[in-house]
């Protein structure tokens, strides 16, 4: 069993930068690929970023060259650094752990979840 703690939200201006922590329990962190997803009011979930066991990453159209994921195993946590913020990167994020070795970008696959922490960029 993984539990996951997201925190570092919060309200930034446009161009602005975040980074968002993701600490996970259990002694097993290292083992599964950990993702990054955002759900804005009245749309659904999205992926945003992957970090692999393999230490793979990979990331939506919509955020590269501006967020970037990373990880400590020793800390058993996964960040996301989050720069050139936009009004529409506005929604929460969550955390998300997965066993599987392919298909990062769809949420269904994610066995272990965090309760979300909330992103607002200003215009």
């Known amino acids: 069993q993984v539990q996951l703690v997201e925190s570092g939200g919060g309200l930034v201006q446009g161009g602005g930068s975040l980074r968002l922590s993701c600490v996970a329990s259990g002694r097993t962190f290292s083992t599964y690929a950990m993702g990054w997803f955002r759900q804005a009011p009245g749309k659904e979930r999205e992926f945003v970023a992957a970090?692999?066991?393999?230490?793979?990453?990979y990331y939506a159209d919509s955020v590269k060259g501006r967020f970037t994921i990373s990880r400590d195993n020793a800390r058993n946590t996964v960040y996301l650094q989050m720069s050139s913020l936009k009004p529409e990167d506005t929604a929460v994020y969550y955390c998300?752990?997965?066993?599987?070795?392919?298909?990062?970008?769809?949420?269904?696959?994610?066995?272990?979840w965090g309760q979300g922490t909330q992103v607002t960029v200003s215009s």
């Open positions: 998300a752990g997965t066993a599987y070795g392919s298909g990062f970008g769809n949420p269904s696959l994610y066995a272990y």
């Open positions: 970090f692999t066991s393999a230490a793979n990453t």
